[in-house]
């Protein structure tokens, strides 16, 4: 059974900083490329950063370049997002997604993957 389980959402002033992790179990987590995403209600998922099975990056979105760094532990299977300079339209929730194979070096494309449920990220004054 596989589980991906995001954290460390909340609110956060314009300009402030942001850690997310996201867990795994289930699956070969260290062979998989990564990726997180995020979405406002009524709009579509976006796709804002991935990382190969080995841990390059493999896609960036302009709207967070030079703001957001992803990285990851096999060791403890835990993928995390370094959100710096947040911005109100950073306002969102942030998913993470496992690739449904292994070894690729794209991003996890939905539906296919393994999803988490998501984790809420505030921007407000």
């Known amino acids: 059974h596989v589980h991906v389980a995001e954290s460390g959402g909340g609110l956060v002033q314009p300009g402030g900083s942001l850690t997310l992790s996201c867990t795994v179990s289930g699956l070969t987590f260290e062979s998989r490329a990564m990726g997180w995403f995020r979405q406002v209600p009524g709009q579509g998922r976006e796709r804002i950063i991935c990382i190969t099975w080995t841990g390059d990056y493999s896609y960036v979105s302009d709207s967070v370049k030079g703001r957001f760094t992803v990285s990851k532990d096999d060791a403890k299977k835990a993928l995390y997002l370094q959100m710096n300079n947040l911005k109100v339209a950073d306002t969102a929730t942030y998913s993470c997604?496992?690739?449904?194979?292994?070894?690729?070096?794209?991003?996890?494309?939905?539906?296919?993957?393994?999803w988490g449920q998501g984790t809420q990220v505030t921007v407000s004054s």
């Open positions: 997604a496992a690739d449904a194979q292994t070894y690729s070096s794209g991003c996890p494309s939905p539906p296919f993957g393994y």
